[in-house]
């Protein structure tokens, strides 16, 4: 298990922070998107809802991601966040965990959840500050 520094936590379910998702398929093609229904249940697991999208795909042929978390400051060196690597542990598309987030994510922005296909589960398999020094 991946040993969790509490101030990357923050990052990750601040409110204010912008999630950026790589991703590429078997051929190494790469694909980036912004997301913004990415949950972190325990300290080793982050969900996120998708659609039928590129980065679904991607997923299905590559299991390795690596998520930015971003919160803005008022020059590039204050901002905030940190790099995030991922590995998808499994993709549900039913069942209760799965209604239970699309219902919350429902509750936030209405009828747009119903593009939402897939619950992708995540491990943490390591997680770096946005800006790192040599560390």
Same mark, same amino acid.
């Given at each position: 298990?991946?040993?969790?520094?509490?101030?990357?936590?923050?990052?990750?379910?601040?409110? =204010?922070?912008?999630?950026? @998702? +790589?991703?590429?398929?078997?051929?190494?093609?790469?694909?980036?998107? !912004?997301?913004?229904?990415? !949950?972190?249940?325990?300290?080793?697991?982050?969900?996120?809802?998708?659609?039928?999208?590129? *980065?679904?795909? %991607?997923?299905?042929?590559? *299991?390795?991601?690596? @998520? #930015?978390?971003?919160?803005?400051?008022?020059?590039?060196?204050?901002?905030?966040?940190?790099?995030?690597?991922?590995?998808?542990?499994?993709? $549900?598309?039913?069942?209760?965990?799965? %209604? $239970?987030?699309?219902?919350?994510? /429902?509750? /936030?922005?209405?009828?747009?959840?119903?593009? @939402?296909?897939? #619950?992708?589960?995540?491990?943490? #398999? +390591?997680? /770096?500050?946005?800006? =790192? !020094?040599? +560390?």
């Amino acid at each position: 298990m991946v040993n969790i520094d509490a101030k990357l936590k923050e990052f990750i379910v601040h409110p =204010d922070k912008s999630t950026i @998702l +790589s991703t590429s398929n078997k051929a190494g093609e790469i694909n980036i998107a !912004m997301f913004g229904s990415f !949950m972190m249940p325990d300290d080793a697991t982050i969900l996120l809802m998708l659609g039928d999208n590129r *980065s679904y795909i %991607n997923l299905t042929e590559n *299991s390795n991601a690596a @998520l #930015l978390v971003v919160i803005p400051g008022k020059g590039g060196m204050e901002t905030e966040g940190c790099r995030v690597y991922l590995k998808v542990k499994k993709i $549900q598309d039913d069942g209760d965990e799965f %209604n $239970q987030i699309k219902g919350a994510i /429902r509750e /936030r922005v209405g009828d747009m959840a119903n593009i @939402l296909k897939h #619950l992708v589960s995540f491990e943490i #398999l +390591s997680i /770096r500050p946005i800006v =790192d !020094m040599g +560390s």
